[in-house]
């Protein structure tokens, strides 16, 4: 007797729970949502738009270079506004780029090619990054990236 009752409760309160905790994200959609966000970033660098680059980072954002230096929000956005650096390039290397979500949290890998000029020297070089994104209640922002060094040239093919 006390079986058949425990059945017909674990199935009212184990739905109920289910039902609680609510649909789980779409991690297809939240992919596409975070590639296409990572993608216009990188332009919004390109074009030094701050406030397209306010719109994406989150206010608690570091990015840890090659050589261990660590800039915050109002650094890159600093730049951004000054000028620091102008792109003839700023684009991610077509296919290189990987979205991996869990829960909450994505993080975007990819190839970026940078051309440019910085406090009169131009650079042209590549490297590799990790973006890692958070949910936030206004939508995904940019919490956290690292670059590694510069990848050695090309060889012509």
Do not use: C
């Not at 970033?41 to 719109?55: I, P």
């Not at 840890?64 to 929000?73: D, E, H, L, P, R």
């Not at 979205?99 to 131009?122: I, Y």
């Amino acid at each position: 007797m006390h079986r058949l009752f425990a059945l017909p409760f674990f199935l009212v309160f184990g739905f109920a729970a289910a039902s609680a905790a609510g649909p789980a994200p779409d991690q297809a959609a939240d992919k596409l949502e975070v590639a296409a966000l990572d993608t216009a970033y990188q332009l919004a660098v390109k074009n030094n738009d701050v406030e397209g680059m306010d719109r994406i980072l989150h206010d608690d954002f570091t990015l840890v270079v090659g050589n261990g230096t660590a800039y915050s929000k109002n650094d890159l956005l600093d730049s951004a506004r000054d000028k620091s650096a102008t792109y003839e390039q700023q684009d991610e290397e077509p296919g290189s780029q990987t979205v991996r979500v869990l829960g909450d949290t994505a993080v975007v890998t990819a190839k970026l090619w940078l051309k440019g000029e910085s406090a009169g020297k131009a650079f042209d070089r590549k490297l590799w990054f990790s973006d890692t994104y958070v949910r936030t209640p206004e939508g995904w922002r940019y919490f956290f990236g690292q670059a590694s060094l510069s990848l050695p040239p090309e060889e012509p093919a």
